[in-house]
């Protein structure tokens, strides 16, 4: 319901399509936890390449792969033309998919290590990595038709309202970290944008896998976008 394996709350039971309007809220929760976790392991002086590590399997356990799901599915039908649609319903996984996913996941360990080592303030990119990458599926929802009208990006695209509206929970979180933690957090906006932008034409449209694609790949894009805003002495107080 909640897009990961996070326990459901007393007496909310929200409908499964307008989740996606709150999975912002979702990801800063799982980027709290993720933090914890990072401030609990600092002190026992482990290799930064073993606390990236933790960091990123934490978030595979509390999401259940779902997103990385999406990945794969969404690179096998990117890598077979007309037959796309076909190629991402197949439960079977492609060698496309897999390079993806691997590409994916190195490029997703070098940005955090790069963070790391540059002594970024890691619970603070952990947060807006986590609220800016699930913003990008309300983007793609509303910039892309759905390729299958009986699949999950559809329904989720039926109960869409203004985008203004959809985006509210994430902005209003963003709003808070860009005060708390210094106006660099807004920058995460590019990333998303260009991920969704791209990932939505190539496709021409979008579905339940490609949603999981452009928000790990837009996560991947803001860890590297903050990383260079650190190497280029922009400051990430």
Known sequence: ????????????????????????????????IQGLLWQLVEPLHLPITSGVTLVMVTEMGLTGGLHLDGVMDTADGLSAGPARLKAMADSRVGAMGVTAMATLLLLRFGGWLWLAEAEAPMVAVLLAVAVWSRTAPLLALAWGPPLRMEGSGAHHAAQQQALTWELLPASLLLGGLSLGFGPWILLG?????????????????????????????????????????????????
Do not use: K, N
């Open 1 to 32: 319901m909640f897009y990961s394996r996070l326990p459901t709350l007393p007496l909310l039971r929200p409908r499964f399509g307008r989740i996606a309007r709150f999975a912002p809220l979702v990801g800063g929760a799982i980027a709290l």
């Open 189 to 237: 906006s590019v990333a998303v944008m260009m991920v969704t932008l791209l990932l939505v034409r190539l496709l021409g449209g979008q579905s339940g896998d490609s949603l999981g694609a452009v928000l790990e790949w837009s996560a991947t894009a803001c860890l590297w976008l903050y990383g260079l805003v650190l190497a280029t002495g922009a400051g990430v107080a």
